[in-house]
């Protein structure tokens, strides 16, 4: 389906990388994008003049920006040759369970899967949970995408749920919750099934990771080693995160660490 707007400019956003960005939503990013050093001249005029008339739209409407060589071929495929930008859905967080009053509006739904995440029934087992811990839930403005982390005595945080609709997942929401979880917690560690059908993209946003009995240990900003010094001799300490999931328990530090799913 073609957006409700769209606009044919030179060539793609690119940062420094010369990366091309493939999506940019304006309500999340766009302080975040007007603040980098590569965001200067024909770029940044870009991205402001974008932000005007998407303001000027409905909120469904969107802006693709695409090198005029690949119009036709991007018309007819929609092969992702560009970037499009749209005012997205804001993230919040929150680190108060009377703020997620609302989160049953994530309602697990799929044509393609009859075993889909029930997310009502996550939200029902986490409640209690939230009460009485340190936590902080990540959601989008339309409820497509819900991130519970739990900071750990040791030092690495800990992803105790992911949650997301396939639309959170196409329309980036899930990528921006993510992008909002690392300015907070630079150390972050989860697990997912080898069979989750998100493993590909849970392998996009790790440093590394393990192997275990069918599951997958993720993690980003730690080696999961540290140098310790014992009776004068210097020896690698693994971290507990590391040492919970290879001995199989079914909790890492504190907290269940098995992301949720796609619903």
């Not at 697990?191 to 069918?214: M, P, Y």
Request: net charge negative.
């Amino acid at each position: 389906m073609l957006p409700a707007a769209a606009a044919v400019l030179r060539t793609s956003v690119r940062p420094a990388t010369s990366r091309t960005l493939t999506r940019i939503n304006l309500d999340d990013e766009f302080d975040y994008l007007m603040a980098q050093p590569w965001c200067r001249y024909g770029t940044r005029l870009t991205i402001v003049q974008c932000q005007d008339l998407l303001n000027s739209l409905p909120r469904s409407s969107s802006v693709a920006i695409i090198h005029p060589g690949n119009l036709q071929k991007e018309l007819s495929t929609d092969s992702g040759a560009g970037t499009l930008i749209r005012l997205g859905n804001r993230i919040q967080k929150t680190s108060s369970i009377k703020e997620l009053k609302d989160i049953k509006k994530l309602e697990a739904r799929s044509d393609s899967c009859s075993d889909c995440l029930d997310i009502p029934a996550i939200v029902d087992q986490f409640a209690s949970i939230l009460t009485e811990k340190k936590f902080t839930a990540y959601y989008d403005d339309a409820m497509h995408c819900m991130a519970i982390i739990m900071p750990q005595n040791q030092g690495m945080a800990i992803l105790t749920s992911l949650s997301t609709t396939k639309s959170g997942l196409l329309n980036g929401t899930m990528k921006n919750i993510f992008t909002n979880i690392r300015k907070d917690y630079p150390t972050l560690a989860w697990a997912a099934s080898e069979g989750d059908e998100d493993l590909t993209w849970f392998f996009e946003q790790a440093d590394g990771s393990f192997h275990e009995n069918g599951r997958v240990l993720f993690y980003y900003g730690s080696d999961m080693r540290s140098v310790a010094l014992t009776e004068g001799q210097i020896s690698v300490a693994l971290s507990p995160v590391y040492k919970n999931f290879v001995s199989g328990r079914a909790t890492l530090g504190d907290s269940n660490l098995e992301s949720g799913g796609t619903a």
